[in-house]
């Protein structure tokens, strides 16, 4: 379904969990005809969005409610410099009853700003983030704020305790788990950089994983700076979510599901996947 600049955070959730939802499109006569407009305004607009956001999480009055807005406030800002959105799957969700451990491929930055507001439409959530990036300027602030499971990615064996510790206590109190297995962020899937960790947290935790796959190479990473690579608004946000999976016996028929309906859905995007 299609909306229009009336749209607000509760009507985009409604959407989400009845019929999906698909930007409209518009002509944007400076993104299309002004060179470097779009980067511009859209890097522009995050840093304020980001700035008004960590005075409120230095306040402590960033909660879940605050998230969901200013992620839904990304979505506006990716919409207003031309990009659209295509997202479908999560009337699934809606049949859902108690937590589960989302596991996603990571192409790009807007992956970790866009999905909070998609997800929190379900339940409460937490991702698992690097370590480093909460001592980011500004963004570090706002992350902290809404308890992220934070990992080194230096001792792979530590990282595991914590997010099985740290990540069973949180699915314990009804919270639901986001997860990018891979090391780093990719527009090319390899299934073999995509480590199983959300499948053994979901066996733990006794709850199924759900799969996300994500194609959002409109923003790419950058050469000197990977947070604020090009943007390219001809190319489409595609975000869909599979049936909640089950985790039997060892994990490892899940975690191929999971790996199976991302390689699917990226290949019929047109991205790049190599295993």
């Known amino acids: 379904m299609n909306c229009s600049k009336s749209m607000n955070k509760d009507l985009f959730w409604h959407m989400l969990r009845t019929s999906g939802y698909q930007s409209p499109v518009k002509s944007r006569f400076l993104v299309e005809n002004v060179p470097g407009w779009a980067r511009f305004i859209y890097y522009i607009q995050l840093v304020i969005i980001f700035v008004k956001?960590?005075?409120?999480?230095?306040?402590?009055?960033?909660?879940?409610?605050?998230?969901?807005?200013?992620?839904?406030?990304?979505?506006?800002i990716v919409e207003s410099v031309g990009g659209?959105?295509?997202?479908?799957?999560?009337?699934?969700?809606?049949?859902?009853?108690?937590?589960?451990?989302?596991i996603a491929n990571h192409m790009s930055l807007v992956d970790t700003l866009v999905l909070p507001c998609i997800l929190l439409a379900f339940s409460h959530i937490t991702f698992v983030?690097?370590?480093?990036?909460?001592?980011?300027?500004?963004?570090?602030?706002?992350?902290?704020?809404?308890?992220?499971?934070?990992?080194?990615?230096?001792?792979?064996?530590?990282?595991?305790?914590?997010?099985?510790?740290?990540?069973?206590?949180l699915l314990a109190k009804?919270?639901?788990?986001?997860?990018?297995?891979?090391?780093?962020?990719?527009?090319?899937?390899?299934s073999t950089a995509f480590n199983s960790l959300?499948?053994?947290?979901?066996?733990?935790?006794?709850?199924?994983?759900?799969?996300?796959?994500?194609?959002?190479?409109?923003?790419?990473?950058?050469?000197?700076?990977?947070?604020?690579?090009?943007i390219d608004p001809n190319k489409i946000l595609y975000?869909?979510?599979?049936?909640p999976i089950p985790v039997e016996g060892g994990g490892r028929a899940a975690h191929q599901a999971v790996v199976n309906f991302i390689k699917q859905n990226l290949k019929a995007w047109g991205?790049?996947?190599?295993r």
């Open 239 to 243: 975000l869909k979510i599979g049936d």
């Open 174 to 190: 009804g919270h639901s788990v986001v997860i990018f297995p891979q090391a780093t962020r990719s527009d090319t899937f390899d």
């Open 84 to 102: 659209r959105f295509q997202i479908s799957g999560l009337q699934s969700m809606t049949q859902q009853k108690g937590p589960v451990v989302f």
């Open 129 to 169: 983030v690097k370590e480093s990036l909460l001592k980011y300027p500004v963004f570090g602030a706002i992350l902290q704020a809404v308890d992220p499971i934070a990992v080194s990615r230096r001792n792979p064996r530590e990282d595991l305790k914590v997010v099985l510790n740290t990540g069973k206590a």
């Open 53 to 76: 956001n960590c005075i409120k999480a230095r306040k402590g009055q960033y909660d879940h409610e605050a998230w969901a807005s200013s992620s839904f406030g990304v979505v506006k």
């Open 198 to 230: 959300g499948v053994k947290l979901a066996r733990q935790a006794g709850v199924p994983v759900v799969p996300i796959a994500l194609k959002t190479d409109f923003q790419q990473n950058g050469r000197i700076i990977k947070d604020m690579g090009p």
């Open 271 to 274: 991205a790049n996947v190599l």
